[in-house]
Structures are given as structure tokens and as C-alpha cells.
């Protein structure tokens, strides 16, 4: 290939790799009638580099692997509490902040490949049908934290379990604030849990 000279290299890029043009005439002749001869030489490793040129020094673009994108981890099975305070479905400060990380964490799992459990509880204080909804309620709300921390589930599973299953004595303060409370779970589709 014959091309007027103006310069000594041209690098030419391609999608997959980068070619380069290396000049066979003297370049320091100021004939500008001068045509130099070009050859096109595909050029993947330094050893390239170095045999197209001649062993001289010039400024090449070589070809690297395209940045393949990380695949997302499995993540192993996260189970944790969130509290309420008494007569409430709102999430505290602190809930939230719990509740952020285990997001985090949840979003590392392969293409939605994850089950998110809610069970919602409350105390015994008040009617039993009241405290039904309320343990819901508690659940659908960190369900919808979740999502809109962009935690991707292939499903969520919302329980509502009332003042069932009391971890504490609800005969005292104490005792009835650790019985408020939503238990999450996030697992693998390949192993959910059962409740």
C-alpha cells in the first residue's frame, strides 16, 4: 500500500485489535514528492511490537482482553432481626440502618437468585386480630425497604405470625420489645426456608 508520507506511524484500531503502520523509507528526507511504503502488522504482544519495528522505539496500542464483567457471587443464607417500638409499624433509625447493609449484601446474589422470608410478629398486648395486622404490616414495610434499597428477589414471602412465637416474656418491657420485631431471612432459591 502506497501512502503520501506524514508521518511515520498511523495506528489503526480495530474492534478486536489494533494494527499499526510502520513506515519502510527514511523519514528524515525533506522530499516531499517522497512516497514511503506502509505494511499493515496485527500486533497482540510486545515480541510483535518489537519485530515490526525493527527494535526502534514507537507508540503502539496493544491489544488487551476485553473488561469482562464480574459475575454476581451466591450468597450464603442471611438471617437477622429487625425491632419496632410498641404499637408501631414504622422502621426506627437503627432498623433501617441494619436493614441497608443486609441490602447490600443481597444484592451480590446472581441474578435475583435469592428468596426473601419476612415473618412479622408483635406482642401480646392488645387484641389478638389487631396484633395480626400489625406483625403484617411490619413485614410488608421492610419488604418495601428492600426494594427500594434495590434488593431484586425472585420472591418475597410475607408472614404475619401475631403474637405467636414469643422469644421473651411478655409480662415485661423487655420482654414484650423483643417480641416486636420482623425476622428476615434471605437465601438462595435452592434452599428456602421453611416456616
Same mark, same amino acid.
Given at each position: 500500500? #502506497?501512502?503520501?508520507?506524514?508521518?511515520? +506511524?498511523?495506528?489503526?484500531?480495530?474492534?478486536?485489535?489494533?494494527?499499526? =503502520?510502520?513506515?519502510?523509507?527514511?523519514?528524515?528526507?525533506?522530499?516531499?514528492?517522497?512516497?514511503?511504503?506502509?505494511? +499493515?502488522?496485527?500486533?497482540?504482544?510486545?515480541?510483535?511490537?518489537?519485530?515490526?519495528?525493527?527494535?526502534?522505539?514507537?507508540?503502539?496500542?496493544?491489544?488487551?482482553?476485553?473488561?469482562?464483567?464480574?459475575?454476581?457471587?451466591?450468597?450464603?443464607?442471611?438471617?437477622?432481626?429487625?425491632?419496632? /417500638?410498641?404499637?408501631?409499624?414504622? +422502621?426506627?433509625?437503627?432498623? /433501617?440502618?441494619?436493614?441497608?447493609?443486609?441490602?447490600?449484601?443481597?444484592?451480590?446474589?446472581?441474578?435475583?437468585?435469592?428468596?426473601?422470608?419476612?415473618? =412479622?410478629?408483635?406482642?401480646?398486648?392488645?387484641?389478638?386480630?389487631?396484633?395480626?395486622? +400489625?406483625?403484617?404490616?411490619?413485614?410488608?414495610?421492610?419488604?418495601?425497604?428492600?426494594?427500594?434499597?434495590?434488593?431484586?428477589?425472585?420472591?418475597?414471602?410475607?408472614?404475619?405470625?401475631?403474637?405467636?412465637?414469643?422469644?421473651?416474656?411478655?409480662?415485661?418491657?423487655?420482654? #414484650?420489645?423483643?417480641? #416486636?420485631?420482623?425476622?428476615?431471612?434471605?437465601?438462595?432459591?435452592?434452599?428456602?426456608?421453611?416456616?
Amino acid at each position: 500500500m #502506497r501512502i503520501q508520507s506524514l508521518a511515520s +506511524l498511523i495506528v489503526i484500531a480495530s474492534a478486536t485489535s489494533f494494527t499499526v =503502520g510502520c513506515s519502510t523509507a527514511n523519514t528524515d528526507t525533506a522530499d516531499t514528492e517522497n512516497q514511503n511504503d506502509y505494511e +499493515l502488522v496485527s500486533m497482540k504482544t510486545d515480541q510483535d511490537v518489537y519485530n515490526a519495528t525493527g527494535g526502534k522505539s514507537a507508540v503502539v496500542s496493544v491489544e488487551t482482553p476485553a473488561e469482562q464483567e464480574q459475575p454476581k457471587q451466591e450468597i450464603e443464607p442471611i438471617e437477622d432481626v429487625v425491632y419496632f /417500638e410498641f404499637d408501631s409499624k414504622e +422502621l426506627t433509625a437503627e432498623a /433501617e440502618q441494619k436493614l441497608e447493609t443486609l441490602a447490600n449484601e443481597a444484592k451480590k446474589s446472581e441474578n435475583e437468585n435469592i428468596v426473601v422470608v419476612l415473618k =412479622g410478629f408483635a406482642d401480646a398486648t392488645g387484641p389478638e386480630e389487631y396484633n395480626q395486622e +400489625l406483625s403484617k404490616e411490619r413485614a410488608q414495610n421492610v419488604k418495601a425497604f428492600l426494594e427500594s434499597k434495590g434488593v431484586k428477589a425472585r420472591e418475597y414471602n410475607v408472614v404475619a405470625l401475631g403474637e405467636s412465637n414469643p422469644v421473651a416474656d411478655n409480662d415485661t418491657k423487655q420482654g #414484650r420489645a423483643q417480641n #416486636r420485631r420482623v425476622v428476615l431471612v434471605i437465601e438462595p432459591t435452592e434452599s428456602v426456608a421453611s416456616f
